[in-house]
């Protein structure tokens, strides 16, 4: 059995290789029955029938959207991208088509943009920004976009050879043209509460908008801030994880084996527990 992380006061629960949902007091909502579920957004989740076909369903767990479809994502800004026979949709909340767009593959709306991408010249590594209205904001001039968070996304030109990572806005704009220095390994984002988690040297800390480190590179591992607080873990030695502050400090010190992240004052936690009573 696993937990996830808490998301509209439910987290996501597999039992049996079934997934389902528990409330903030541990009290299943929706039974374990999906055979693939998303964690709740904006009220709803992307759940799975036996049958590998993709809906959703509300916080009660009653089907809104039919489980009709190839795939289907977690809601993201008040769309829902879809998939069926290899072709990408986003719907609104009441499952009407929106947007049909045209293009290879899309991602998620944030910040009211999507990076969409084409297939051209043997490479999918050819990618743009969409509006709402299905309309192309910026030309596929990008080798990279992540998804938005907080305004911002980390991604990379075709026109530069070497890595060469930038913040961009949800124009297409570069706002922060050194964050190859100090992200690396594909590691970074997304931003939360002003933070983005991101790696130097093989350690993780934590940069400002501006790609500067505000956290030093210090943690084995790490996870994004959440109600001021973050996952960390100083030691791959021992592989327990805490919490630190915004300032890098331990707020709840290394005794986990997991550690999720913090939603309504709660977080998923693993414990070891002695067997000897000792």
Known sequence: SSVSDFSNLRAKVCKDEKYGYINRFGREEISCQFSAASDFCEGLAAVANQQGKFGYVNRHGAVVIDLIYDFAAQPSDGLLLVKNKDRYYYLNRVGKVVISPKWTDCGLFSSGVAPVSI??????FNKALINKKGHLITGFDFRIIETFS??????ELKSIEEPHWIFINPAGKIIA?????????HTAGPFSEGLALASKDRLYGYIDKMGSFVIPASFCDADDFSEDLAAAMCSTSTGLWGYIDKTGSWIIKPCYYYAGKFSTG???????IRTDNK
């Open 177 to 185: 043209k050194e964050v190859h220095l100090v992200i690396e390994e």
């Open 266 to 272: 709660l977080a998923p936690v693993g414990a070891l």
């Open 150 to 155: 907080e305004g911002l996304a980390v991604a």
């Open 119 to 124: 297939y051209s010249n043997e490479s999918y």
